[in-house]
């Protein structure tokens, strides 16, 4: 029995030392990605969201939905075989406004994301880094800026531009950083004095080589989990502008179709609002679900707490 024991033994070691060996090899995205494959709900929205960013690529390529603008039947024509979710009072297709409207959707969580985190890895690298008054400066900055709601900051740079999914992109990337360089700010101030910095330091780094070259690759896990949050964001928002008549104009998306559906309802006229919605509510819930499973897998300690 003791030597059966003795084999037991030495196989969970060797396997222990393996799975080690393995973890080892693998990077911080690796390892992450190994996590997240063991997620089923995780996979199946990542899914989602990739199904919906193939949906956006083909409408902007011209593939699918391109004659969105086209009469394809009668005005206010129900579901059918033909038409799966109905037509619209001018007898375009539903179908074809909501896979438009995934386009737009997408592009702008995507175009967001690129304004706002550039400047919230900047603001929040440097006051972490550099901290004294430097850091008290961007701190104020921030807490100042994000003291407005946000909507009320939509609202304003919307109006001083103008209507338009170009307006859209710049108000959500100029109000959406903030939280990004709270996080990225806090990181840092935890890295810039562990020991892989300070022998950087000691081989000659400068501050910027130990800044963009040490520290914020490893607080890059950070950007994915704000990527993946702002998506979301940016498209409840946009669907806000554009309910408001203050974003998407000449064309349609989400939110201008539950707009043109608040005075359908009265007449019976329910799909236009009911594919929109759906469309919104399946791929923000992927978001948010994913984003939840992205911070656990890249952030292991933060598992189970809010």
């Known amino acids: 029995n003791k030597g059966n024991m003795n084999t037991v033994d030495a196989t969970l070691t060797n396997d222990k030392k393996i799975e080690v060996e393995s973890i080892k090899g693998r990077s911080l995205i690796g390892d992450a990605w190994q996590r997240l494959k063991k ?12 199904f ?8 902007w390529w011209g593939v699918i939905a391109a004659d969105w603008g086209k009469e394809v039947g009668a005005s206010y024509s129900p579901p059918s075989s033909e038409h799966w979710l109905g037509t619209d009072i001018f007898g375009r297709s539903v179908l074809q406004k909501v896979i438009h409207g995934t386009q737009i959707a997408m592009s702008v969580g995507l175009i967001s994301s690129a304004i706002a985190i550039p400047i919230g890895v900047f603001f929040g690298a440097v006051a972490g880094y550099f901290g004294g008054w430097i850091d008290e400066l961007v701190v104020w900055f921030y807490t100042t800026f994000s003291s407005v709601p946000q909507i009320m900051l939509l609202m304003s740079i919307a109006f001083i531009l103008g209507k338009g999914i170009t307006t859209v992109y710049i108000a959500l990337g100029l109000t959406s950083w903030v939280g990004l360089a709270r996080l990225i700010r806090g990181e840092v101030m935890k890295h810039k004095d562990r020991d892989y ?27 994915i989990i704000f990527t993946s949050l702002q998506f979301q964001v940016a498209i409840k928002s946009e669907v806000i502008l554009s309910y408001l008549g203050l974003g998407v104009s000449g ?3 989400w939110g201008t179709m539950i707009d043109d559906a608040k005075l359908e309802l009265a007449r019976d006229v329910w799909w236009q609002l009911a594919g929109a919605t759906v469309a919104m509510f399946v791929v923000v819930l992927a978001f948010n679900i994913l984003g939840d499973s992205l911070r656990d897998a890249l952030d292991p300690k933060l598992k189970g707490k809010d």
């Open 197 to 223: 910095v300070q022998a950087a330091g000691s081989l000659g780094a400068g501050h910027t080589r130990k800044l963009f070259k040490h520290i914020l690759p490893n607080v890059s896990h950070i950007v």
């Open 39 to 50: 997620e089923k709900k995780a996979v199946l929205c990542l899914a989602i969201v990739l």
């Open 251 to 253: 064309q349609p998306s």
């Open 52 to 59: 919906y960013a193939l949906i956006a690529l083909l409408s």
